[in-house]
Nanobody, 117 residues
Framework: QVQLVESGGGLVQAGGSLRLSCAAS????????MGWFRQAPGKEREFVAR????????YYSDSVKGRFTISRDNVKNTVYLQMNSLKPEDTAVYYC??????????WGQGTQVTVSS
């Protein structure tokens, strides 16, 4: 069983930056694909970014490409999401997830990101 704990959310002005962290425990972190998702009020959860386990290849949604960067530290068992040039529409609860190329199995509890205009 893998436990995921997100941190780093908060309130920031538009144009600002935040770095989210997701610490994993209870499993072999390096064997998992890690992803970030978000859910805004009244909307469905949506994919933000993911990073592969073997080669660290990254993928991003079009809405965050060029502004967000996902990275992982397999020694610290942590995945990060650096968010720059934040916009009010980035306001959401951000979740990290761990799994395979087919599906995500483990989810964190989420961290709130609020971007004011």
């Amino acid at each position: 069983q893998v436990q995921l704990v997100e941190s780093g959310g908060g309130l920031v002005q538009a144009g600002g930056s935040l770095r989210l962290s997701c610490a994993a425990s209870g499993g072999t972190f390096s064997s998992y694909v890690m992803g970030w998702f978000r859910q805004a009020p009244g909307k469905e959860r949506e994919f933000v970014a993911r990073i592969r386990r073997s080669d660290g290849l990254t993928y991003y949604s079009d809405s965050v490409k060029g502004r967000f960067t996902i990275s992982r530290d397999n020694v610290k068992n942590t995945v990060y999401l650096q968010m720059n040039s934040l916009k009010p529409e980035d306001t959401a609860v951000y979740y990290c997830a761990a799994g395979s190329n087919i599906r995500y199995v483990y989810w964190g509890q989420g961290t709130q990101v609020t971007v004011s205009s």
